[in-house]
Each structure stands twice: as structure tokens, then as C-alpha cells.
């Protein structure tokens, strides 16, 4: 029985259908963060997603204002905001794409 591919190699075995579904899903999340906030975002971006989260939507800043996966999904789970999901839906879907997830 062979191992499970994963991380930036398992992208070389996902079917492109699949890799061009997800790449979907991904934009489609990032217009819907982009929508909820009213501009473009970087979604990856620390300082903007600081200046959204802690000033505009005045959430409890994490350790550090830190903006990384793990601390989003901490937040949410104190905050359910629609800018929040599709940050985190976002980040999921372009992590099982190989990306910074």
C-alpha cells in the first residue's frame, strides 16, 4: 500500500479538473471576503487583515495581532463574522492546493 501524497507534491498528482475546482472555490472565497468588507483584499496580507479584524470589525486582538491560520481559527471560534468564514475557507482551499494555506 503506497503513502498519501501530500504537501507541494501532491500537486503534481491532483487531476487538473480538480486543481482548476479548487482554484474556483479559492477566488470565489476571496471575492466574498472582498465583498463583506466593501474592497479588494489581500488575503494574505498581515497588516490588512489586522487593520479589517482588530480595527474595523473590532475583534479581540490575538497574541501579537497575529494573522496566521491557527489564530483565525481560534478567533472564529468566538466570532462567527462572513468575512472571518471566507477568510478561513480561503486559506483551507488554497492550502490543499499547496499554497501558504
Known amino acids: 500500500m503506497s503513502e498519501p501524497v501530500c504537501g507541494p507534491s ?11 475546482q479548487l482554484l474556483n472555490e479559492a477566488a ?14 489581500d488575503l494574505y496580507s ?6 479589517i479584524l482588530f480595527d474595523e470589525l473590532d475583534l479581540s486582538p490575538t497574541p501579537d495581532l497575529m494573522t496566521d491560520t491557527g489564530s483565525l481559527r481560534r478567533l472564529r471560534e ?5 468575512f472571518l468564514e471566507h477568510l478561513l475557507a480561503y486559506r483551507e482551499t488554497m492550502g490543499a492546493l499547496g499554497d501558504l494555506g
Open 78 to 82: 468566538h466570532n462567527e463574522l462572513p
Open 10 to 20: 501532491a500537486l503534481i498528482s491532483t487531476p487538473p479538473a480538480d486543481r482548476q
Open 28 to 41: 470565489s472565497h476571496h471575492r466574498a471576503a472582498c465583498a463583506v468588507v466593501g474592497r479588494d483584499v
Open 46 to 51: 498581515e497588516l490588512e487583515l489586522q487593520v
